[in-house]
């Protein structure tokens, strides 16, 4: 079966960094759209990254762009997020998602999430 898996939460001082990685199993990883989302309590999961097949891609929630970088490694079945010159409000779960699509153009519709990870960003 298909297994997310995300490594690399914890917790950081505001403007500090942390690199999320996310290793995937039980699918054809470059046939699939992987990206980054996060619920912070009280809210509603929300979109982060995302990055295309091979990676010449991404797209990013405007809160993050400058800050985030989404990368994969398909020979590792393996995507990660860069979080740099972090805020107290991106304090949240992040959790890894895959989608099989075949146009870029379209909204991000995981098929697959992985368990989250906790990211707590301190004052």
């Known amino acids: 079966q298909v297994q997310l898996v995300e490594s690399g939460g914890g917790l950081v001082q505001a403007g500090g960094s942390l690199r999320l990685s996310c290793a995937a199993s039980?699918?054809?990883?470059?046939?699939?759209?992987m990206g980054w989302f996060r619920q912070a309590p009280g809210k509603e999961r929300e979109f982060v990254a995302e990055i295309s097949w091979r990676g010449g891609s991404t797209n990013y929630d405007d809160s993050v762009k400058g800050r985030f970088t989404i990368s994969r490694d398909n020979a590792e079945n393996t995507v990660y997020l860069q979080m740099n010159t972090l805020k107290l409000e991106d304090t949240a779960v992040y959790y890894c998602?895959?989608?099989?699509?075949?146009?870029?153009?379209?909204?991000?519709?995981?098929?697959?999430w992985g368990q989250g990870t906790q990211v707590t960003v301190s004052s």
């Open positions: 998602a895959a989608e099989r699509r075949s146009s870029w153009y379209s909204r991000f519709s995981p098929d697959y």
């Open positions: 039980g699918l054809s990883f470059s046939s699939y759209v």
